[in-house]
């Protein structure tokens, strides 16, 4: 049986890390965590949304990222 292999991707639907899978939703939830911590400095995740800048709070970022399953 095949494991499953895990992408995240951020709110711009870009992965959080390049060219990186993932192989348990442990590690999928310490990259997600890690990534939110990168921007504990600025307070916010900046992104697009409909060609209107938008500031996501970083207690909400987790569940605007997209985890996809291979």
Known sequence: ???NE???LSPDGIDIEYN???TSQKA???A???FRDRY???GYY???VEGV???LPLSSIIECCEIIIN
């Open 1 to 3: 049986m095949k494991k």
């Open 6 to 8: 895990y992408r995240v």
């Open 20 to 22: 990186k899978v993932y």
């Open 28 to 30: 999928v939830l310490k």
């Open 32 to 34: 997600l965590k890690d």
């Open 40 to 42: 504990k400095v600025q």
């Open 46 to 48: 900046s992104t697009i």
């Open 53 to 55: 800048r938008v500031q």
